[in-house]
């Protein structure tokens, strides 16, 4: 009876009373009469679940819709009517039983034994039987009518928050309005009157926009920037170097030597200043030529980029607008400590691997030899989240999630036990892992990763000799377990496969994420989801 006890738990109003009525409940051709006595006057086993029963009918309140068509949020309406009425159903399906359980109990009274005949008992009982196998078949009825009404109300949802995506499609412009009502046959139908909802994103992979660019991008961690130390990244296909001035602040130039193309990050730091390894001309972080041995100093500046640390992160803004005055906090929640900070660099375009992070349906089928070893597959998986957001909670996962522009992904996960989920909220959990990915566009078929792992349990694990070496080894485990999935969605893409043919529910995340990437692609003055 899960159904059953799923529609017990929403959230309806009671209708408590404390005078004293009587309330008939007809059942085919049996009738069952509860009296309700005075509050307090009713015995302490009933008084405990009659409240669950008492719940207004709300036949009474069909929604009123006039016209043939409804529109999403109507349909919505209607199909969350269909759910209050099979909970009502549910209830008195279930009270039904309990008070026939009530009359058996009665009737194998010891004291009536003193005033009825053996075959007067057993001719109720076998009465009583019948009627409880009606009401039990009522409700695997009820059971049906509740999972059918959950799935209708899904798909409602599913229409009302995606109205974005489907304004996309020119012919569900055509068909702004679909029909709904409170059958399942007739929730068939306004499937098939919807055209299906589908993104395009196929090969070969298009250029960068130069919007893309205008943000704020964490490119290192500041504890792998020493100050006699460079890094070489890429970025938006260029390549850049980053290394620390003589005042200990980053910056960001161009990886390449104005005089004759070097490779910057070939030659070393001096005194704040790196070194070209071919002839020794030296540049600081502001992109400015201040030496060049052998030969008299001339005006030479390289490109350099807006650079900033915080927060133990290092961020460039690659954009050709003015940088933002503000840069968002990736620091995890309070509580927390890191444990981990790991750099890869990996063959996939960065969209595909944003696509995957955003996702926890796969993990049953994918992540099977990791941390979803021992994970049962859900009969269905729902990723709950306002309806102008970028972050929301996993159901039946212990888990909160969040995409936060332009590239990043942070999640909450609530431990429990060791390869299980119990399907508890992340609140319930008493130990949490918190994981942050930045997944940089190092060029159309490259991702710079970022991770940060931090725990809010086990501080001692910080300090064990070489524990970093074994979170990189199981953080590898866990991407390669992706990468070869995600590496045959590029080959297909490149080859002219869409990868996002045919989205359903759980991809609600996903989808959003596409939704605000193509909207910034296509210059949009206000970028959805940005609240």
Same mark, same amino acid.
């Given at each position: 009876m899960t159904a059953i006890t799923t529609a017990l738990s929403l959230p309806f109003s009671l209708c408590r009373s404390t005078k004293s009525y009587t309330r008939?409940?007809?059942?085919?051709?049996?009738?069952?009469?509860?009296?309700?006595?005075?509050?307090?006057?009713?015995?302490?086993?009933?008084?405990?679940?009659?409240?669950?029963?008492?719940?207004e009918d709300p036949r009474s309140k069909v929604p009123q819709i006039k016209g043939k068509f409804l529109d999403a949020n109507q349909a919505l309406e209607v199909a969350r009517y269909d759910l209050q009425y099979c909970d009502w159903r549910a209830r008195q399906d279930v009270l039904t039983i309990m008070l026939l359980h009530e009359k058996v109990v009665e009737v194998l009274n010891p004291l009536a034994r003193e005033y009825k005949s053996i075959g007067t008992m057993k001719k109720e009982l076998a009465e009583l039987q019948g009627e409880l196998s009606q009401a039990h078949n009522q409700v695997h009825i009820s059971e049906a009518r509740v999972s059918a009404a959950l799935d209708k109300l899904a798909y409602m949802e599913e229409l009302v928050n995606d109205r974005l995506l489907q304004e996309r499609?020119?012919?569900?412009?055509? $068909?702004?309005?679909?029909?709904?009502?409170?059958?399942?046959?007739? &929730? *068939?139908?306004?499937?098939? !009157?919807?055209? #299906?909802?589908?993104?395009?994103?196929?090969?070969?992979?298009?250029d960068y926009s130069s919007r893309l660019k205008n943000f704020w991008y964490p490119v290192a961690f500041s504890a792998d920037l020493k100050d006699d130390t460079m890094l070489p990244i890429d970025c938006f296909e260029q390549p850049w170097v980053i290394f620390r001035g003589n005042d200990g602040?980053?910056? $960001?130039?161009?990886?390449?030597?104005?005089?004759?193309?070097?490779? &910057? *990050?070939?030659?070393?730091? !001096?005194?704040? #200043?790196?070194?070209?390894?071919?002839?020794?001309?030296?540049?600081?972080?502001?992109?400015?030529?201040?030496?060049?041995?052998s030969t008299r100093l001339q005006n030479v500046k390289i490109k350099a980029l807006p650079c900033f640390e915080q927060e133990g992160m290092i961020w460039i803004w690659p954009g050709n607008d003015p940088p933002a005055a503000t840069?968002?906090?990736?620091?995890?929640?309070?509580?927390?400590?890191?444990?981990?900070?790991?750099?890869?660099?990996?063959?996939?375009?960065?969209?595909?691997?944003?696509?995957?992070?955003?996702?926890?349906?796969?993990?049953?089928?994918?992540?099977?030899?990791?941390?979803?070893?021992?994970?049962?597959?859900?009969?269905?998986?729902?990723?709950?989240?306002?309806?102008?957001?970028?972050?929301?909670?996993w159901d039946p996962y212990p888990i909160d999630m969040e995409f936060r522009p332009p590239c990043m992904v942070l999640s909450t996960i609530g431990i429990s036990k060791p390869g299980k989920l119990e399907g508890q909220s992340t609140k319930q959990c008493s130990t949490h892992l918190h994981q942050l990915h930045v997944c940089l566009p190092a060029s159309r078929h490259k991702t710079r990763l970022l991770y940060r792992m931090s725990l809010d349990f086990a501080p001692l694990l910080k300090h064990i000799p070489f524990m970093q070496y074994v979170w990189r080894h199981f953080a590898k485990q866990v991407l390669?377990?992706?990468?070869?999935?995600?590496?045959?969605?590029?080959?297909?893409?490149?080859?002219?496969?869409?990868?996002?043919?045919?989205?359903?529910?759980?991809d609600k995340l996903g989808v959003r994420y596409r939704i605000w990437r193509d909207a910034v692609d296509s210059g949009a003055k206000q970028l959805p989801f940005s609240k």
């Open positions: 008939k409940y007809v059942k085919g051709s049996f009738g069952v009469f509860a009296v309700y006595g005075e509050e307090g006057g009713m015995p302490d086993k009933k008084s405990s679940w009659l409240t669950l029963f008492n719940v499609s020119t012919a569900e412009s055509d $068909c702004s309005s679909s029909s709904a009502s409170t059958s399942t046959a007739l &929730l *068939d139908t306004v499937k098939s !009157k919807q055209p #299906r909802r589908t993104l395009s994103v196929s090969g070969p992979v298009q602040k980053p910056g $960001c130039v161009q990886n390449t030597c104005a005089h004759r193309a070097c490779p &910057l *990050d070939l030659g070393s730091v !001096k005194e704040g #200043r790196i070194q070209c390894p071919y002839h020794g001309w030296e540049y600081s972080t502001d992109g400015k030529c201040e030496k060049m041995p840069l968002p906090s990736l620091l995890p929640p309070s509580g927390f400590q890191i444990h981990a900070e790991i750099v890869m660099e990996l063959p996939v375009e960065h969209g595909l691997l944003l696509d995957n992070l955003l996702d926890l349906a796969h993990a049953p089928f994918t992540h099977t030899s990791t941390f979803a070893k021992g994970w049962s597959v859900p009969s269905l998986v729902k990723f709950l989240t306002p309806a102008s957001g970028l972050q929301g909670y390669n377990e992706d990468l070869r999935l995600v590496l045959g969605q590029q080959d297909r893409m490149l080859n002219g496969a869409n990868i996002w043919n045919l989205p359903v529910s759980y």
